[in-house]
Nanobody, 116 residues
Framework: VQLQASGGGLVQPGGSLRLSCTAS????????MGWYRQAPGTQRELVAR???????TYADSVKGRFTISRDDTRNTVYLEMNSLNTEDTAIYYC???????????WGQGTQVTVSS
């Protein structure tokens, strides 16, 4: 599975961004698509994920501000990010988890910078 992420950029505090990630290749019915992020000097952490039956999970730090969704007709997962603050600055990675063969696939990462 190959993942292509897009939508990162520079935004002012309080602003919004929308990330997209499109998957291609051999996909399975049972899967999870998600977003992780990694800031300099920190470990990669889960931001949000959504299963193939539309169950969602969010990190506490983004609840109420970020919304994850997916369009399986386009093999694409989205992350709508609102009320961004400087602590959201990181490289955001898309992840596809194959729940039938227990493999994870990662996208190349997209930089999100929140700064005035």
């Amino acid at each position: 599975v190959q993942l292509q992420a897009s939508g990162g950029g520079l935004v002012q505090p309080g602003g919004s961004l929308r990330l997209s990630c499109t998957a291609s290749g051999k996909m399975v019915n049972r899967n999870i698509m998600g977003w992780y992020r990694q800031a300099p000097g920190t470990q990669r952490e889960l931001v949000a994920r959504i299963t193939s039956v539309m169950t969602t999970t969010y990190a506490d730090s983004v609840k109420g501000r970020f919304t994850i969704s997916r369009d399986d007709t386009r093999n694409t997962v989205y992350l709508e990010m609102n009320s961004l603050n400087t602590e959201d600055t990181a490289i955001y990675y898309c992840c596809y988890s194959d729940l039938e063969f227990f493999e994870d696939y990662w996208g190349q990462g997209t930089q999100v910078t929140v700064s005035s």
